[in-house]
């Protein structure tokens, strides 16, 4: 019998790849925020219409790309943050599979606009279907601006799945939240259809949470503050007398990275104990510091879930810890403005 096994081309690996990273819109925005947070920007636009279908652009003010990093940026497994798998366990970055951006030019027609603060010129680059198309000097500020237009126009399939706007729009503002959340120093911008949605100046955690959940949040947080050997976890839980009946505001934040955790939720509301009415759930914004060689977030493509050596750990400090500081809220209530 003769050969049959072949390399798949790497226009249709890398749509095999997006298949996996880019779900919906909202997928797309959680890329290139990241990719600006990790580019050291200070200063994020997003830029959207008809709920991301037709365009996501994210200007950034960060340290931009070089002439061949911008070409090479929207390579399969092309990265700047890490070099070896020793590295996939000291991680301080959001991203590190170099697969994003390659994903993403397989399935959209993108447009790239870059410069580093030592070049007088930038570049201007564009791809679709992952072919580049043109690249050309271009005049443009410092930092990056990355648009996504037509998502999934190969893809009818994928396309025709999308939901409606409200839905779709939806789980943008969801990503852009928890970015937000995560990043409090950095100054946001979310304009969709040429309306201002979110504009959120640089602030501590506190402004942060009642600039994008309104003035009422404020009087209902109670501060979070721990440190220990394996674990510092500062941040805020709801008294227990706003707990909704919907599911509430709930945030973890594990090394600036938001994950979902469905153990490490229980310990929260464990610690709440019979203060929550039967059905009724707390609301948190909780910042987890552990050692980066604690962790592993190579478990899944989106690396909202993360693997933990010592989940049990963490789960008595943070049980504990929330019951502490409830406990005492209930007997001083305090307002502290400045944390
Ligand atoms: P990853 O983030 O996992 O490295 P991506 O495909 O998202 O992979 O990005 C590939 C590379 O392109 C990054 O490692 C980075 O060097 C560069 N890059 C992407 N976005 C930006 C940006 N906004 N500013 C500067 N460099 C960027
Ligand atoms: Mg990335």
């Given at each position: 019998?003769?050969?049959?096994?072949?390399?798949?081309?790497?226009?249709?690996?890398?749509?095999?790849?997006?298949?996996?990273?880019?779900?919906?819109?909202?997928?797309?925005?959680?890329?290139?925020?990241?990719?600006?947070?990790?580019?050291?920007?200070?200063?994020?636009?997003?830029?959207?219409?008809?709920?991301?279908?037709?365009?996501?652009?994210?200007?950034?003010?960060?340290?931009?790309?070089?002439?061949?990093?911008?070409?090479?940026?929207?390579?399969?497994?092309?990265?700047?943050?890490?070099?070896?798998?020793?590295?996939?366990?000291?991680?301080?970055?959001?991203?590190?599979?170099?697969?994003?951006?390659?994903?993403?030019?397989?399935?959209?027609?993108?447009?790239?606009?870059?410069?580093?603060?030592?070049?007088?010129?930038?570049?201007?680059?564009?791809?679709?279907?992952?072919?580049?198309?043109?690249?050309?000097?271009?005049?443009?500020?410092?930092?990056?601006?990355?648009?996504?237009?037509?998502?999934?126009?190969?893809?009818?399939?994928?396309?025709?799945?999308?939901?409606?706007?409200a839905v779709?729009?939806r789980h943008?503002i969801d990503?852009?939240q928890r970015?937000?959340l995560?990043?409090?120093?950095?100054?946001?911008?979310?304009?969709?259809?040429?309306?201002?949605?979110?504009?959120?100046?640089?602030?501590?955690?506190?402004?942060?949470i009642v600039?994008i959940f309104g003035a009422k949040m404020n009087e209902k947080l109670v501060p979070i503050?721990?440190?220990?050997?394996?674990?510092?976890m500062?941040g805020f839980v709801t008294k227990h007398e706003y707990s909704k009946k919907k599911r509430g505001e709930q945030f973890f934040f594990?090394?600036?990275?938001f994950i979902k955790s469905a153990y490490l939720n229980h310990a929260v509301v464990a610690a709440f104990d019979g203060l929550l009415e039967q059905g009724s759930h707390p609301s948190y914004f909780l910042y987890l510091?552990?050692?980066?060689?604690?962790?592993?977030?190579?478990?899944?493509?989106?690396?909202t879930e993360?693997?933990?050596?010592?989940e049990k750990?963490l789960y008595a400090i943070i049980r504990a810890t929330i019951k502490h500081s409830l406990g005492q809220y209930n007997v001083?209530p305090?307002?502290?403005?400045?944390?």
């Amino acid at each position: 019998m003769s050969d049959i096994i072949q390399l798949l081309p790497d226009h249709v690996a890398n749509q095999i790849a997006a298949g996996e990273v880019v779900q919906r819109p909202a997928s797309v925005v959680k890329e290139l925020l990241e990719n600006a947070i990790d580019a050291g920007a200070t200063n994020i636009k997003l830029l959207l219409k008809d709920a991301g279908k037709t365009l996501i652009q994210v200007i950034d003010n960060g340290k931009g790309m070089s002439t061949t990093d911008a070409r090479l940026c929207f390579e399969r497994h092309a990265t700047s943050k890490i070099r070896s798998a020793q590295d996939l366990f000291n991680l301080h970055t959001k991203g590190f599979r170099g697969e994003a951006l390659a994903s993403i030019a397989a399935i959209a027609h993108v447009e790239l606009k870059t410069k580093t603060e030592e070049d007088e010129l930038g570049n201007h680059i564009k791809i679709e279907g992952s072919k580049i198309g043109s690249q050309d000097f271009a005049a443009t500020p410092t930092g990056t601006s990355i648009a996504v237009k037509n998502l999934f126009y190969n893809i009818p399939a994928r396309r025709n799945f999308l939901k409606s706007d409200a839905v779709e729009t939806r789980h943008i503002i969801d990503e852009f939240q928890r970015v937000a959340l995560a990043h409090p120093e950095i100054s946001f911008l979310l304009h969709h259809n040429g309306n201002e949605v979110y504009h959120l100046q640089s602030d501590n955690l506190r402004k942060r949470i009642v600039s994008i959940f309104g003035a009422k949040m404020n009087e209902k947080l109670v501060p979070i503050d721990e440190q220990t050997d394996i674990l510092s976890m500062v941040g805020f839980v709801t008294k227990h007398e706003y707990s909704k009946k919907k599911r509430g505001e709930q945030f973890f934040f594990v090394n600036d990275r938001f994950i979902k955790s469905a153990y490490l939720n229980h310990a929260v509301v464990a610690a709440f104990d019979g203060l929550l009415e039967q059905g009724s759930h707390p609301s948190y914004f909780l910042y987890l510091t552990v050692p980066t060689k604690s962790i592993d977030i190579n478990i899944h493509p989106t690396k909202t879930e993360i693997k933990f050596d010592n989940e049990k750990d963490l789960y008595a400090i943070i049980r504990a810890t929330i019951k502490h500081s409830l406990g005492q809220y209930n007997v001083a209530p305090v307002l502290d403005f400045n944390r």
